[in-house]
């Protein structure tokens, strides 16, 4: 893994529908709310999403494009060892505080990883 300096990784807990070529389909209002936090992190910014196959067209889908956004979007790894990997990568993580995330919570407080917890 290559580390980012100054890395915000968001991992929420909304699973997300991936498709070809890098994209995916997020809500417009999760990329709104994502793209407000590059007006305050001036550097890399990666969401790390959950997969799935049944994402409903609830809200406001859209394809996210990397080509067109301030943020990234990265599979979350489902295996523990992999996961501590990528969040050594990274700076901060900011997590929906849920069920889903305890896991990450522990793995951040093992390497001294900062993380706020949002509800």
């Given amino acids: 893994m290559k580390f980012v300096v100054n890395e915000l990784l968001v991992i929420p807990v909304m699973r997300i529908r991936a498709l070809e070529n ?7 209002r999760f990329i709104e709310g994502v793209e407000a936090y590059s007006k305050l992190w001036s550097d890399s910014i990666t969401v790390l999403v959950r997969p799935t196959a049944n994402q409903g067209e609830g809200l406001d889908p859209v394809i996210f494009n990397p080509d067109e956004h301030k943020f990234n979007v990265e599979i979350l ?11 050594k990568c990274s700076t901060l993580v900011l997590g929906t505080l849920a069920n889903e995330n305890l896991k990450i919570g522990k793995i951040c407080g093992s390497i001294n990883l900062p993380l706020v917890w949002v509800t």
């Fill in 77 to 87: 790894p489902e295996d523990d060892n992999l996961l501590k990997e990528r969040l």
């Fill in 22 to 28: 890098a994209q995916f389909m997020l809500t417009k």
